[in-house]
T-cell receptor
Framework: KAGVTQTPRYLIKTRGQQVTLSCSPISGHRSVSWYQQTPGQGLQFLFEYFSETQRNKGNFPGRFSGRQFSNSRSEMNVSTLELGDSALYLC????????????FGSGTQLSVL | AQKITQTQPGMFVQEKEAVTLDCTYDTSDPSYGLFWYKQPSSGEMIFLIYQGSYDQQNATEGRYSLNFQKARKSANLVISASQLGDSAMYFCAMSTNNAGNMLTFGGGTRLMVKP
């Protein structure tokens, strides 16, 4: 079974631009969640999607948004990028059982200049 | 609200020795899950071990075991026979029924294995 796939692996943007990151979950997984990892704030939950519906959202500004498609693939978008958005963005998928383990992708390293 | 605390920012261990990474948690939800993940320098989070709040026995997965002390709200990871490839960041995390599938992570512990 293929793991969680995130593209691109690295991304460099400038302030004010917008960016879209992509995540393909493990086959059969319908839940996809996104996390931001920075040296200062650690790992923080962004949002979770299940069957194309946002089920849970972390404490991030509205510039951070996401969506999920019918094939469970997910995208997250960050508009009007700020320097502080530089981070490793991790996507994770899981099955339907609550408290089931999350499988993570390798992440997208975003640098905002 | 959920909280995970990892008090060891960094640790050294001699190759082939055992090491314990500390994790304490706080939640008012009686149903929760505790996870340990390993993050090597490549960035990927690798699942190591899981313990459910109602599990009677401590979880084990190969060289990894979880020392679950519910009354103390601790979930320490024990790595036996450390290998050089174990050098990485280790994160303790928790999910609760009330929080759905959201994981709350601790700050992590950097483990360095000495040859």
């Amino acid at each position: 079974k293929a793991g969680v796939t995130q593209t691109p692996r690295y991304l460099i943007k400038t302030r004010g631009q917008q960016v879209t990151l992509s995540c393909s979950p493990i086959s059969g997984h319908r839940s996809v969640s996104w996390y931001q990892q920075t040296p200062g704030q650690g790992l923080q939950f962004l949002f979770e999607y299940f069957s194309e519906t946002q089920r849970n959202k972390g404490n991030f500004p509205g510039r951070f948004s996401g969506r999920q498609f019918s094939n469970s693939r997910s995208e997250m978008n960050v508009s009007t990028l700020e320097l502080g958005d530089s981070a490793l963005y991790l996507c994770a998928s899981r099955g339907q059982i609550t408290n089931e383990k999350l499988f993570f992708g390798s992440g997208t390293q975003l640098s905002v200049l | 609200a959920q909280k995970i605390t990892q008090t060891q920012p960094g640790m050294f261990v001699q190759e082939k020795e055992a090491v314990t990474l500390d994790c304490t948690y706080d939640t008012s939800d009686p149903s929760y899950g505790l996870f340990w993940y390993k993050q090597p320098s490549s960035g990927e989070m690798i699942f190591l071990i899981y313990q459910g709040s109602y599990d009677q026995q401590n979880a084990t997965e190969g060289r990894y075991s979880l020392n679950f002390q519910k009354a103390r709200k601790s979930a320490n990871l024990v790595i036996s026979a450390s290998q050089l490839g174990d050098s990485a960041m280790y994160f303790c995390a928790m999910s609760t029924n009330n929080a759905g599938n959201m994981l709350t992570f601790g700050g992590g512990t950097r483990l360095m294995v000495k040859p």
